[in-house]
């Protein structure tokens, strides 16, 4: 069975810094593009992606988070993690992993989601 388990959320003030991961299992993720993506506490809007690494190991942000956040992986992408510093009020959300892989077989997969709060 197939499971992305998140953890490392939690509640900072804004300028702090948290570090998420995601524990990667039951099959081959080296194939794997990976991502983090986030939902507003409200679920009002569509989740949306927050940091992205690619195939070959290129990596893409979303504009507001391009310099504060790194995505990054290990152990052949079975741990993936997102590093935020300089955390913003607007950060807040939920946080989810997901990949979406080709070899062997293709398949997208998804976290349970960890929440991170920033207060003010």
């Known amino acids: 069975q197939v499971q992305l388990v998140e953890s490392g959320g939690g509640s900072v003030q804004a300028g702090g810094s948290l570090k998420l991961s995601c524990a990667a299992s039951g099959r081959l993720f080296s194939s794997c593009e990976m991502g983090w993506y986030r939902q507003d506490l409200e679920k009002k809007r569509e989740r949306e992606s927050v940091?992205?690494?690619?195939?070959?190991?290129?990596?893409d942000y979303a504009p507001s988070v391009k310099g504060r956040f790194t995505i990054s992986h290990a152990g052949g992408r079975t741990n993936l993690y997102l590093e935020m510093n300089s955390l913003k009020t607007e950060d807040a959300g939920v946080y989810y992993c997901?990949?979406?892989?080709?070899?062997?077989?293709?398949?997208?997969?998804w976290g349970q989601g960890t929440q991170v709060n920033v207060s003010s």
């Open positions: 997901f990949a979406r892989c080709f070899y062997p077989d293709s398949g997208d997969y």
């Open positions: 940091a992205y690494i690619w195939r070959d190991d290129t990596t």
